[in-house]
């Protein structure tokens, strides 16, 4: 198998399938906002991706992830 064909969003830390799982979301980034000027009104959306589709940003590390939750969960108790 081909490095490319390993690099798919369904193989990513970031992304979160829909159901059925051909489709899911990117959670690289923060989600966009919308402004939406015939209805007024504004909305918070994640990048909705096919399962096979990859980027640059693609990483299976899950290190980085862990790190991530990590630094969040300290994050929240020096808050609470």
């Known amino acids: 198998m081909s490095r490319i064909a390993c ?23 923060p989600p966009l906002v919308y402004y939406n000027t015939h209805g007024q009104v504004a909305a918070q959306k994640v990048l909705t991706v096919d399962h096979r589709h990859w980027c640059g940003e693609w990483s299976d590390d899950d290190a980085r992830f862990d790190d991530l939750v990590a630094r969040c969960m300290k994050r929240s108790a020096r808050a609470g």
């Open 7 to 29: 690099l798919r969003c369904d193989r990513c830390i970031y992304w979160v399938a829909d159901t059925p799982a051909t489709t899911g979301h990117c959670h690289r980034y």
